[in-house]
């Protein structure tokens, strides 16, 4: 079983930031992508953002682009999400998502586990 468990989150105004973190343990492979998704009410959870084993290759969601960077450190087996500029529709719960292999995925069907999710709430 792998455990997924992601920290950070909260309130914050329009144009603040935050740093989410996800630390993976259990019975990981061993060479695995990560990502984050994100879930706003009333909405399909997407892939925001998502990050290669090497961490040399990354994407990112429209939406989030040039806003978000995705990290991670493998000495620590934890990946990051680094939010700034953060915008009322930013509202969602985070979830911290792992897939087996180097590349990152960038669709929810490709991972194969999940963390609980962490609240990001942006006030106007």
């Known amino acids: 079983q792998v455990q997924l468990v992601e920290s950070g989150g909260g309130l914050v105004q329009a144009g603040g930031f935050l740093r989410l973190s996800c630390a993976a343990s259990?019975?990981?492979?061993?060479?695995?992508?990560m990502g984050w998704s994100r879930q706003a009410p009333g909405k399909e959870r997407e892939v925001v953002a998502a990050i290669s084993w090497s961490g040399g290759s990354t994407y990112y969601a429209e939406s989030v682009k040039g806003r978000f960077t995705i990290t991670r450190d493998n000495a620590k087996n934890t990946v990051y999400l680094q939010m700034t500029t953060l915008k009322p529709e930013d509202t969602a719960v985070y979830y911290c998502a792992l897939r087996p292999g180097f590349a990152p995925g960038v669709r929810r069907r490709e991972y194969d586990y999940w963390g609980q999710g962490t609240q990001v709430t942006v006030s106007s």
């Open positions: 259990g019975r990981t492979s061993s060479s695995y992508a």
